[in-house]
T-cell receptor, first 114, second 110 residues
Framework: NAGVTQTPKFQVLKTGQSMTLQCAQDMNHEYMSWYRQDPGMGLRLIHYSVGAGITDQGEVPNGYNVSRSTTEDFPLRLLSAAPSQTSVYFC?????????????FGPGTRLTVT | LAKTTQPISMDSYEGQEVNITCSHNNIATNDYITWYQQFPSQGPRFIIQGYKTKVTNEVASLFIPADRKSSTLSLPRVSLSDTAVYYCLFNYSSASKIIFGSGTRLSIRP
């Protein structure tokens, strides 16, 4: 198993550009989520999904869209990049949503918006 | 939403036991307490999870008192490779929104 994979590893955008961060998992996990981590800070939840076709907002959803058309993939779209979105983005998955399910994190995408 | 309080940073030396305490005053009856570890430039990694009393695995122990308003992660005989940020989480059972706090930055010295 590759686990949770994210592409790209690094990305530089200009203000106003859009792009999609890719996330895929091969563990047949129902629950997937996106976090952002600003320098020296903890992780903040952006969006999450409890299964294909179902998504919901986390703590900081503004400026981001998600969709979940398959169990494996959970892309994160930046609609119009802003410098405030400069951060490291982590995708995570777990077998199911809930108490005893360990989350597996991808390696992260480091995004810089100029 | 669930909120935890942890020390911002801790220092220790190789071979010592390190205890990191997390306060979670408004934990619900069904909530589990979970700890994650994050190395620089990596995503967090699950360490241990518990509901009450004591849980031990090959990496750490987790102590939870009867009132469950706090928990203590214990790392036995730390090494330099244990230098990382450690996060305490709960509200896991209702888990629509799993919240990471700021974590504890642990530095281990030779």
């Amino acid at each position: 198993n590759a686990g949770v994979t994210q592409t790209p590893k690094f990305q530089v955008l200009k203000t106003g550009q859009s792009m999609t961060l890719q996330c895929a998992q091969d563990m047949n996990h129902e629950y997937m989520s996106w976090y952002r981590q600003d320098p020296g800070m903890g992780l903040r939840l952006i969006h999450y999904s409890v299964g294909a076709g179902i998504t919901d907002q986390g703590e900081v959803p503004n400026g981001y869209n998600v969709s979940r058309s398959t169990t494996e993939d959970f892309p994160l779209r930046l609609l119009s990049a802003a410098p405030s979105q400069t951060s490291v983005y982590f995708c995570a998955s777990s077998l199911r949503q809930g108490e005893t399910y360990e989350q597996y994190f991808g390696p992260g995408t480091r995004l810089t918006v100029t | 939403l669930a909120k935890t309080t942890q020390p911002i940073s801790m220092d220790s030396y190789e071979g010592q036991e390190v205890n990191i305490t997390c306060s979670h005053n408004n934990i619900a009856t069904n909530d589990y307490i979970t700890w994650y570890q994050q190395f620089p430039s990596q995503g967090p990694r699950f360490i241990i999870q518990g509901y009450k009393t004591k849980v031990t695995n090959e990496v750490a122990s987790l102590f939870i008192p009867a009132d469950r308003k706090s928990s203590t992660l214990s790392l036995p005989r730390v090494s330099l490779s244990d230098t990382a940020v450690y996060y305490c989480l709960f509200n896991y059972s209702s888990a629509s929104k799993i919240i990471f706090g700021s974590g504890t930055r642990l530095s281990i010295r030779p």
